[in-house]
């Protein structure tokens, strides 16, 4: 039996972390079920993950610096935008959406919340967030993920993982939303493994998830990103067919592909670079990737080296992520050498 006290002690700032990604996991939810009343409230139809966006990073970031003395946050929104009279209604809809959890929150609250997510990653130790990762999906109302990631000295240290439409139930296509409403949540600690959380509650007790080692006696199970912009898809097909894959990658969006690949229940998420010049941002990758390292999967660039989070916001040394389960991943690896991605 796993000593799931020793892992909650393993990290001082876990308990603010998955208070703060639990809430807004149900914001954003209230928000993505009334995504068509929001949109006709603000006449714009990609509104809803706009509102829901800015409210999930003020939670957030009001309930970090209200339980915890690490504060800094490298956040995927500002507040600059938001301010201007033109996205008034946005403006309104997500104090309200705010309100809703913290009703004495005014909007300056809401907008200075958001404001402070502005570090460089240049600190010591500091956060990163994405507060709605993979927001086609959102719209669509399928998979998205909410991502908060602790970097100490250039490495991530901690994570947490909120999919609100996920079913943990892993025998359920992962690309469809949850029947039941109610989503998974996960959470990793550097060398104390990775974990989920039963009715995605944070005060339940967690069980620990394990992607196990590939062997070659069963067929690869890849998953991928649903938006072709996110992941060179034509790569991704000559890489398979490298290794004789025959299934069709499972397509998601969000780092909800690492947690389909921490829980055991896909093999290998490949996000294989789009152009020479694209680089990838510190908040798509930190949370999801220790969640998988943690759960014994493999996380890399296409040429095989670690993700380098000593770069301020961005991956700039590395290109790509292969992700898999080990005994495959330097498979993987190896037939993006002989097809010539590296």
């Known amino acids: 039996m796993p000593d799931t006290g020793l892992y909650m002690s393993a990290h001082p700032l876990?308990?603010?972390?998955?208070?703060?990604?639990?809430?807004?996991?149900a914001l954003t939810r209230?928000?993505?079920?009334?995504?068509?009343?929001?949109?006709?409230?603000?006449?714009?139809?990609?509104?809803?993950?706009?509102?829901?966006?800015y409210a999930a990073q003020a939670v957030i970031a009001m309930i970090l610096r209200s339980q915890c003395d690490e504060h800094l946050i490298v956040?995927?929104?500002?507040?600059?935008e938001l301010r201007q009279d033109s996205h008034n209604a946005?403006?309104?809809?997500?104090?309200?959406?705010?309100?809703?959890?913290?009703?004495?929150?005014s909007e300056e609250d809401v907008l200075e919340a958001i404001g402070t997510c502005d570090h460089d990653g240049t600190?010591?130790?500091?956060?990163?967030?994405?507060?709605?990762?993979?927001?086609?999906?959102?719209?669509?109302?399928?998979?998205?993920?909410?991502?908060?990631?602790?970097?100490?000295?250039?490495?991530?240290?901690?994570?947490?993982?909120?999919?609100?439409?996920?079913?943990i139930d892993t025998a359920m296509n992962p690309a469809e939303p949850d029947p039941l409403a109610c989503g998974s949540l996960y959470a990793a600690v550097l060398g104390r493994g990775a974990w989920e959380y039963p009715g995605a509650?944070?005060?339940?007790?967690?069980?620990?998830?394990?992607?196990?080692?590939?062997?070659?006696?069963?067929?690869?199970?890849p998953c991928a990103s649903v938006e072709a912009g996110h992941s060179n898809r034509s790569a991704t097909d000559d890489l398979l067919e490298q290794l004789n894959v025959e299934a069709e990658p499972v397509r998601l969006d969000s780092q909800a592909k690492y947690a389909v690949l921490a829980r055991g229940q896909a093999d290998a998420y490949l996000r294989l670079p789009t152009s020479g010049t694209y680089v990838e941002k510190i908040w798509d990758h930190a949370a999801g990737s220790i969640v998988a390292t943690e759960a014994g999967a493999v996380v890399t660039d296409i040429t095989g080296a670690p993700l380098d989070f000593?770069?301020?916001?961005?991956?700039?040394?590395?290109?790509?992520?292969?992700?898999?389960a080990n005994g495959l991943h330097q498979q993987l690896i190896e037939a993006s050498q002989a097809i010539g991605l590296t």
């Open 14 to 25: 876990l308990p603010a972390a998955l208070n703060a990604v639990a809430t807004a996991s």
């Open 310 to 324: 000593t770069q301020g916001a961005r991956l700039s040394t590395n290109r790509g992520v292969i992700a898999a």
């Open 201 to 221: 509650d944070p005060n339940e007790t967690p069980l620990q998830i394990n992607c196990p080692e590939w062997t070659p006696d069963r067929p690869v199970r």
């Open 75 to 80: 956040g995927e929104e500002q507040a600059d």
């Open 123 to 167: 600190a010591g130790g500091y956060w990163t967030l994405d507060p709605i990762d993979g927001t086609k999906g959102f719209l669509r109302g399928q998979q998205y993920a909410i991502a908060l990631g602790y970097i100490s000295s250039g490495t991530v240290t901690l994570g947490v993982l909120g999919c609100p439409n996920l079913p």
């Open 30 to 53: 209230t928000v993505q079920s009334a995504r068509d009343e929001v949109a006709g409230h603000t006449k714009d139809d990609r509104s809803p993950v706009t509102v829901a966006d």
């Open 90 to 105: 946005i403006r309104s809809a997500v104090v309200t959406i705010v309100q809703r959890w913290r009703p004495q929150a």
